[in-house]
């Protein structure tokens, strides 16, 4: 580049500085102002503590209930929408363009302006890790592991899928291995069962039963839910053979959604809806129609782990209910929060 080209880009540089700078001081002094706004709204709610402010919406407009005594905090307004609770910081968006989040020990709000221009994301492929499919034709159906239980290898016999871990899930039980694998029975059509390294199924796991998937271990026994794929209700059975629930579940118990050890179980509709505590393995709501669960949810007064059963005692446990044009919480009591 030479003298006169660097001395153009210098000054375009500097011009374009200057001609932005209103534009940054002007945005700075909007978001001064929505802060404000949003400082208001929170500062003047009759609570304790923001633990105690649980949303409900009417229609599209948003409010808030004092979860003490179910008194209406803040009149529902269509300026606030996905307000989340607080664990401990609360976040949400105030009139469509600012997502905004609230520090409820410091009570500072912070408030970013959306920017609708989002670009495409690359989604890159899922690289397996090396594990050898074995041939059958010689009598091969087991299994092989490495000393920390990881798959190195199984027999074609369950190369049912794409994914090797759809296909052979290994899991070590009285010091020994097994694995739930998977066998194609035709188009479309998978069962399962559960093997030793050898490839010797147990007897109420024999490639009878679909979509197995381990919930709970115990010091003695291990619990299974099956069936509960493609709109089928399920069981649970253990690695003993003991029964439990049958066909009673509606959707799988490990769902990312599950809040501690409580999993909101419903069917593919989304018409009935239960809560089953996966801990001890029993109903909390059997499955009903009347209340249509939405989601499950928590207050909180430190960052917890949800996948963590042990955070569970620290936390207030809600779920959200879907009623005509209103939502709102109620708690595991089955106390409605609407005013």
Not at 140 to 148: E, L
Not at 174 to 200: P, R, S
Not at 268 to 283: P, Q, R, S
């Amino acid at each position: 580049m030479n003298k006169m080209t660097q001395a153009k880009s210098i000054i375009f540089g500097l011009i374009m500085m200057f001609f932005s700078m209103p534009l940054f001081a002007q945005e700075s002094n909007e978001i001064e102002t929505i802060i404000k706004e949003i400082q208001s709204l929170y500062q003047n709610l009759e609570v304790d503590d923001y633990q105690n402010i649980l949303p409900y919406k009417v229609k599209d407009k948003t409010g808030f209930v004092n979860a003490k005594n179910k008194k209406r905090i803040l009149k529902p307004t269509a300026n606030l929408k996905e307000v989340t609770l607080a664990k401990p910081n609360i976040k949400g968006f105030y009139k469509e363009d600012y997502e905004y989040s609230i520090n409820t020990k410091t009570q500072q709000v912070n408030v970013i302006k959306i920017n609708r221009d989002y670009g495409l994301l690359t989604m890159e492929g899922i690289d397996q890790p090396k594990i050898d499919v074995l041939d059958s034709r010689d009598g091969y159906k087991g299994f092989k592991v490495d000393d920390n239980g990881k798959l190195l290898a199984y027999s074609d016999l369950y190369y049912a899928q794409g994914q090797h871990e759809f296909n052979v899930s290994p899991f070590k039980f009285k010091g020994k291995d097994y694995a739930i694998a998977t066998k194609k029975t035709g188009d479309d059509e998978y069962f399962g069962g559960i093997i030793d390294t050898e490839g010797n199924a147990l007897p109420q796991f024999n490639f009878n039963v679909k979509c197995i998937l381990k919930i709970k271990e115990e010091t003695d026994d291990i619990w299974f839910s099956i069936g509960l794929c493609r709109g089928l209700k399920g069981s649970l059975v253990s690695f003993n053979g003991k029964v439990k629930f049958e066909n009673e579940l509606l959707g799988w118990l490990n769902s990312s959604g599950n809040i501690f050890k409580y999993n909101h179980n419903h069917d593919d509709k989304w018409t009935t809806h239960g809560i089953f505590d996966v801990d001890k393995l029993e109903w909390i709501i059997k499955p009903q129609s009347k209340l249509k669960i939405r989601d499950l949810d928590y207050t909180s007064y430190e960052q917890l782990d949800r996948d963590n059963i042990a955070d569970g005692s620290k936390a207030s446990i809600y779920f959200l209910v879907e009623d005509g044009n209103k939502s709102y919480y109620m708690d595991l009591s089955l106390n409605k929060y609407l005013p």
